[in-house]
C-alpha cells in the first residue's frame, strides 16, 4: 500500500509543501492503472505476439507518455519491462486520457533497490530515489526526477486509498482495507453502504481510473467478504438490505457495549486467516464512531 501511495503521488502537486510530483513536472499526469495495452513486437517465434499487457500505471501528457511498474518482489523485472517498450499506446484514448506517438518511457518502482537491468528505477520509500535515470528518453520527465532525487515523500498527506489493484486477490487485504468503511457503516446517521460504494470509497482517487473490470470483480469481492462478515461475525447487528446496501440491524442502538462488540468482531473477521503482530493498526473512524481503544 505504501508504494502505490508514493507512486500516485508523483503525479500531484503541493503548493504549500512545495511539493510538484517529477511526473507531474513533465506534464504527465494523465494517468490510468492495470488498462489492457495491446502488445506490437513481432520479432519471429515470440510466444506473447498479439497478446495484451496491464502494466500498473499507464500515463501520458504533453512531453509523451510512460509506463510504471510497480513490484515488492525481489526478482528482477527486466523482462516484463522489456515486453512493456513495444505496447500500443492507442487504446488509451478509450480510457479519456491523451495517446501518444512512439515508445514509452518504462521505469519500475521498488520500496528498495533491486536490480532491474537497464530500466529506471525509483526507490519510493521515505526518501524519493532515482537509479538510472539516464535510461528515460523524454528529456523532461529525465530532467525532471533527476531534480527530484532525494526528496522526501514521508512528509506529504498519506492518500487515504484503502484498496490498490492486487487487493482482488488478496481476502486479507480487501477485509483490511474494508475495517474502517464497515465502521463507518455504524455512524451516527449513517444509511449504510453498497459494495460498490465501499470499493469507490477504498480507492478513492483510483476509482476512476482502475480498469473498469478490474473495478468490477473488486466489488464482487467485497460483496463476498461482507457476505461473510454479516453472516458469521456479525450476524446481530449487520444485514444486506434489499437494495444491496449493507446497514445496521434495528437492534443496533449504538450502545459501548455494541460499538465494543462490533470492534473485536470486526478485527477477528479482518485477520481470521493471517495476523501481523507487527501490523500498524489505527482507525481514526474506529475510536470515533465505534469507540474502539486507541
Known amino acids: 500500500m505504501l508504494l502505490w501511495r508514493n507512486a500516485i503521488q508523483l503525479f500531484h502537486i503541493y503548493p504549500k509543501l512545495s511539493f510538484i510530483g517529477p511526473f507531474a513536472e513533465a506534464g504527465i499526469q494523465d494517468y490510468v492503472i492495470e488498462v489492457n495495452l495491446s502488445y506490437n513486437w513481432r520479432k519471429k517465434d515470440d510466444p506473447d505476439a498479439g497478446k495484451m499487457f496491464d502494466p500498473d500505471i499507464c500515463a501520458s501528457g504533453e ?7 510497480l513490484t515488492t518482489n525481489t526478482r528482477s523485472k527486466a523482462g516484463k519491462l522489456e515486453k512493456y517498450q ?7 484514448s478509450i480510457y479519456d486520457i491523451p495517446s501518444a506517438q512512439g515508445p514509452p518511457d518504462v521505469l519500475s518502482g521498488r520500496l528498495e533497490y533491486v536490480d532491474d537491468g537497464g530500466f529506471c528505477q525509483l526507490v519510493l520509500l521515505d526518501q524519493f530515489r532515482v537509479n538510472k535515470a539516464d535510461q528515460i528518453q523524454n528529456a523532461r520527465l529525465r530532467e525532471s526526477l533527476i531534480a527530484a532525487d532525494g526528496i522526501p515523500l514521508s512528509k506529504l498527506p498519506e492518500l487515504p486509498i484503502a ?17 474502517d468503511l464497515v ?20 480507492l478513492e482517487r483510483l476509482a476512476r481510473k482502475v480498469d473498469p473490470r478490474k473495478r468490477n470483480i473488486l466489488i464482487n469481492k467485497i460483496e463476498s467478504e461482507m457476505g461473510v462478515l454479516a453472516g458469521d461475525y456479525l450476524g446481530d447487528y449487520l444485514e444486506r438490505t434489499e437494495d444491496g446496501r449493507y446497514a445496521p440491524k ?10 465494543g462488540a462490533i470492534w473485536s468482531r470486526v478485527r477477528a473477521w479482518a485477520f481470521s486467516e493471517q495476523m501481523d503482530l507487527d501490523y500498524p493498526f489505527n482507525s481514526k473512524d474506529c ?3 465505534a469507540g474502539a481503544p486507541q
Request: some cysteine; overall charge negative; proline content about 5%.
Open 183 to 202: 465502521l463507518q457503516i455504524f455512524a451516527p446517521n449513517s444509511t449504510g453502504k453498497t459494495a460498490a460504494e465501499m470499493a469507490d470509497a477504498g
Open 287 to 289: 475510536s470515533k464512531d
Open 250 to 259: 434495528e437492534k443496533y442502538v449504538n450502545t459501548p457495549n455494541q460499538r
Open 86 to 92: 513495444h505496447l500500443d499506446c492507442n487504446s488509451l
Open 63 to 69: 512531453s509523451g507518455w510512460l509506463i510504471l511498474e
Open 163 to 179: 484498496f490498490v489493484p492486487e487487493s482482488i486477490y488478496d481476502m486479507n487485504g480487501v477485509r483490511i482495507g474494508l475495517i
